[in-house]
Nanobody
Framework: QVQLVESGGGLVQAGGSLRLSCVASGSIPSINGMGWYRQAPGKQRELVATITSGGTTNYADSVKGRFTISRDGAKNTVYLQMNSLKPDDTAVYYC???????????????WGQGTQVTVSS
């Protein structure tokens, strides 16, 4: 059973920083892309940042220059360093990973339960 577990969310003042972590556990032969998404109240889930197995990163325009995504392949972990946080960054942040499930199904998307990030003004 594969699980993704996020940690590191919380309440922070505008201008502050938080670091999110997400650990994938279970039977994991291989992980392709990993990423972070977020969903604010009343809004659709949106991409924040992704990172490929080769380390190529992609960011939403709204977080470029403030957020940094990284991963540790040996630990099946992805991180999101968030600096210069704004009230608009308030949302539930979800971890995503494309994990190999075998030759029949290939890579399958898994999601974590989410961690709340609240930025006060």
């Amino acid at each position: 059973q594969v699980q993704l577990v996020e940690s590191g969310g919380g309440l922070v003042q505008a201008g502050g920083s938080l670091r999110l972590s997400c650990v994938a556990s279970g039977s994991i032969p291989s992980i392709n892309g990993m990423g972070w998404y977020r969903q604010a109240p009343g809004k659709q889930r949106e991409l924040v940042a992704t990172i490929t197995s080769g380390g190529t990163t992609n960011y939403a325009d709204s977080v470029k220059g403030r957020f940094t995504i990284s991963r540790d392949g040996a630990k099946n972990t992805v991180y999101l360093q968030m600096n210069s946080l704004k009230p608009d960054d308030t949302a539930v942040y979800y971890c995503n990973a494309a994990i190999w499930t075998g030759a029949l199904a290939g890579f399958r998307d898994y999601w974590g339960q989410g961690t709340q990030v609240t930025v006060s003004s």
